[in-house]
């Protein structure tokens, strides 16, 4: 669609390039022919393939995750992570934080896995995804504590049932 927005003379374009380096190549015909573009959510692979980026300062999002749910349990609880995926930048960036910022601050806190709850692209289908977080939660037990940038992750693990929530989206 982007492809045919550029070859129809578009005069802008706004991409939420969910995995970046799969935008390349149109983004370069959008920079070749002098077409602005806006970055939402998730930033290109450079920025020079992009005018302006408007989203999370993902750094952030990590350490303050992991504030929350340390206050939100008391400094201690076992915690499971779902999210989109390893292509998915931002919320790579976001875990590795949220990693480090447990890792360092919260010695109650244990972090015992982390799975693909979809894919950039993918089965967005709340059934499915629901699915999946509950096999997680069957093969991970002594989780108390599910932790997920992506929004729908979060929500298939609260449809789930009996496990605390911590949303920050």
């Known amino acids: 669609l982007t492809e045919q927005a550029i070859a129809g003379g578009t005069q802008g374009l706004i991409v939420v390039p969910l995995v970046a380096a799969e935008w390349n190549t149109v983004l370069a015909t959008a920079k070749a022919k002098g077409i602005p573009v806006i970055a939402m959510g998730v930033d290109t692979s450079t920025p020079d393939q992009r005018n302006a980026f408007v989203g999370t300062d993902f750094n952030a999002y990590g350490v ?3 504030d929350l749910i ?3 349990k008391g400094g201690k609880a076992t915690v499971g992570i779902l999210y ?3 292509d998915t930048s931002n919320q790579v960036q976001a875990i590795k934080v949220f990693r480090q910022t447990i890792a360092d601050k919260y010695p109650g ?3 015992v896995g982390d799975d693909t709850i979809l894919s950039p692209g993918g089965n967005r289908d709340l059934v499915k995804t629901t699915e999946i977080a509950r096999g997680f939660l069957v093969a991970h037990p ?3 504590t599910i932790w997920s940038p992506d929004g729908q992750g979060g ?3 609260a449809v789930t049932g009996q496990y605390t929530l ?3 989206d």
């Open 84 to 86: 989109s995926g390893p």
């Open 64 to 66: 303050q995750s992991a």
């Open 70 to 72: 340390a206050k939100a």
């Open 109 to 111: 806190i244990k972090i």
């Open 142 to 144: 002594e989780v108390d």
């Open 155 to 157: 929500i298939a693990a």
């Open 166 to 168: 911590v949303l920050l």
